[in-house]
């Protein structure tokens, strides 16, 4: 549970430090990188949940 919240908190950070960046310039390049690195926390969050779930489904047969 402690590296879910490291990755989510550095998740944020990206996402937060791109998307000031782009305010701050203008640039797109920052703009899109803000995107995918949501993109790609969105998908880490969703792998990190399926195995909980999975855990909880064969935890009993265990």
């Given at each position: 549970?402690?590296?879910m919240r490291f990755l989510l908190l550095?998740?944020?950070?990206a996402v937060g430090g791109a998307v000031v960046l782009w305010?701050?310039?203008g640039n797109p390049r920052y703009k899109s990188w803000a995107w995918k690195a949501?993109?790609?926390a969105v998908?880490?969050?969703f792998v990190f949940l399926a195995l909980f779930a999975i855990e909880?489904?064969?935890a009993p047969l265990g």
């Open positions: 549970m402690l590296i550095l998740a944020v950070f305010l701050l310039t949501f993109r790609i998908v880490v969050l909880r489904v064969l």
